[in-house]
């Protein structure tokens, strides 16, 4: 594969004249090239699966409350519009303020062939400001304020960059930044469930039932474990501050398997970490390739994922 | 081609009593139009009231409008000069304040 960066390539050289496109490294061919400030570009709520009848009662207990995206012109108490990095508007994923919410936006497409998938979006991740009314000074994992390390940091759960892929066999691909455990400690690592993630045909099924709150990827916290070692992310010592982060994420779909994760200046070989295939079939997923980003609260405290960018591009 | 966007900020569930919608940015949007949608009541005379409320910065807020019943099965109505936040409070009660529900869908439908 061609290092992007060095191609000397005219579409390569036209890729990097674009400022809206220089920012990222893309594969030969672009899918989606999603800057937020021009709309959602069909990033959407996950919502689980209901009956023929449209009676949303139906759907599993912890896929019913993923929550809107919203187009964030990043507006906090204190300064005002921070704004994003492409323009005024990111794509906030938001959870409500109960321990274990998680909030879930999705991109679906299609395969047309088989080969490396990159995922690429500049982000950021958030908790609500304190208020009289939120209490976020009062709840679980805040602490005494240094002016530095800020307590709202470790009210931040995780964040989660995902897929759902079908090629006859049906499999995620998952990075997590787990911020805190679920004891709102400071964990800062990458982790990846080695299980794969239940289905509202297994609770059909009668297989597995989850409490509304349960961790919809992955519901076991030991199923999630560590790779790469950890990684301090630029938080900036207060919950407003608002700095974008670069990630890139490479899967192939021909092997079925991660290959690697950049965040920042830190590259994860992921080519060792497991992805776990589901051993039943499913039908109605041809060629299925969605992405999904969400993040999850481990306080009574909402917690925001915002995403000011996204390119996803392909070798094939 | 004009932007547009319709949040579900309550899906199929079930308010009793005081309640508050989650806060939601809508500084893109020149339009906002409310739609609440009551699959179910339970209690007698079960009344829902609504008022549109407004913030600086998602975390204070005051009223827009002035409160309004939700009779209907489906009631709309339209918010302007909203600036860059929205939500809705309201409660569910009963006749005399006696216990009630009512199971809705509300939807924000946001035009720029």
């Keep these: ?316 | 081609m004009r932007e547009s966007f319709t949040a579900v900020l309550e899906r199929n569930r079930t308010l009793a009593g005081g309640f508050a919608t989650e806060p939601y940015e809508v500084a893109w949007a020149a339009e906002a139009r409310w739609f609440v949608r009551t699959l179910e009541r339970t209690g007698t005379g079960t009344l829902m009231r609504v008022t549109t409320q407004v913030s600086p910065d998602g975390l204070h807020w005051c009223d827009l409008d002035p409160e309004r019943e939700v009779a209907g099965d489906l009631v709309t109505w339209e918010s302007s000069g909203f600036g860059g936040w929205l939500r809705l409070k309201g409660a569910v009660e009963g006749e005399d304040g006696g216990e009630a529900s009512a199971k809705v869908m509300i939807y924000l439908a946001l035009k720029s």
């Excluded at chain 1, 800057?35 to 912890?62: A, K, M, P, Q």
């Excluded at chain 1, 921070?82 to 999705?106: D, F």
């Excluded at chain 1, 790779?227 to 900036?236: I, K």
């Excluded at chain 1, 974008?244 to 920042?264: A, F, G, K, P």
Aim: hydrophobic share 35%; proline share 7%.
């Design chain 1, 1 to 316: 594969m061609t290092d992007p960066a060095s191609d000397p390539s005219l579409v390569a050289q036209l890729r990097r004249a674009d400022p809206a496109l220089s920012r990222f490294n893309p594969l030969d061919r672009i899918l989606v090239h999603d800057e937020f400030n021009t709309g959602t570009h069909g990033w959407i709520e996950l919502l689980g699966n209901y009956d023929g009848h449209g009676n949303l009662d139906t759907v599993d207990d912890h896929m019913r409350d993923f929550r809107p995206p919203q187009l964030s012109s990043c507006n906090f108490f204190d300064v005002g519009t921070h704004g994003a990095m492409s323009g005024t508007y990111a794509l906030k994923v938001a959870t409500r303020p109960v321990a274990g919410h998680t909030g879930v936006a999705i991109r679906r497409l299609t395969m047309a062939g088989r080969g490396r998938v990159q995922f690429e979006a500049y982000l950021t991740f958030k908790t609500e400001a304190a208020s009289e009314e939120n209490q976020a000074a009062s709840k679980a994992g805040a602490g005494e304020w240094d002016a530095n390390l800020h307590p709202s940091e470790q009210q931040f759960g995780a964040f989660t960059i995902a897929t759902d892929i079908c090629d006859g066999v049906r499999y995620h691909c998952v990075a997590r930044y787990l911020n805190t455990d679920l004891e709102n400690r400071l964990r800062r690592e990458w982790v990846y469930p080695t299980v794969p993630e239940p289905t509202p045909r297994e609770h059909f099924e009668g297989k597995v039932k989850l409490p509304p709150t349960a961790d919809f990827t992955a519901p076991e916290p030991d199923d999630w474990k560590p790779f790469g070692g950890p990684q301090e992310l630029c938080y900036n010592e207060v919950p407003t501050k608002v700095n974008w982060h670069y990630v890139r994420w490479v899967i192939d779909t021909s092997t079925r398997s991660n290959i690697e994760l950049q965040v920042n200046d830190t590259v994860y070989d992921m080519r060792d970490v497991p992805v776990p295939p589901y051993e039943e079939e499913y039908g109605s997923l041809g060629n299925l390739l969605n992405f999904y980003v969400s993040v999850r609260t481990h306080t009574d405290v909402r917690n925001f994922l915002y995403l000011d960018s996204v390119l996803i591009s392909v070798d094939w």
